[in-house]
């Protein structure tokens, strides 16, 4: 699956896409390659551009292996949030059922469909919470 990633350092922002069928280690992939880049905060906060994502290839033991990896990078990624743009009610379930299931991982996750509200909501979450 491809999966770009762009960081915005005057916002702490680092924007994911992820385009076509998801394979689990690619999520440890892009957080190598945050490390290896040297500029990215590990505490950025993260967005997740999931629109162009295949979900119908995501099996429960395809969710059971993205939890795995979640756990793996949990300390690598601090208290930053992950806030997630889905096309869908179907995807935002799948996504929420991935929250519930991440058991032990207590950080800011929220849902949306849109980038700009995405980024809006977590510049307002930030003003509120003094992140």
Known sequence: MPLEIHFE?????LYGRMIGEFLPDD???VFDRVEAAGNIPRDADI????????????????MKSI???????NSFRKNAASYYV??????ERMIRLMIAVSVGIEKPEQIF??????????M???KTSGN
């Open 86 to 91: 889905v096309l869908g009610p179907v995807e």
């Open 124 to 126: 307002e979450f930030r």
């Open 9 to 13: 350092p005057e916002r702490r922002i």
């Open 113 to 122: 469909r849109t980038l700009e509200a995405a980024t809006e909501h977590l």
């Open 47 to 62: 967005i997740w551009d999931m629109r162009a994502l295949d979900f119908s290839a995501i099996t429960v033991d395809v």
């Open 27 to 29: 999520l440890i992939a």
């Open 67 to 73: 939890v795995k990896r979640r756990r793996q990078i």
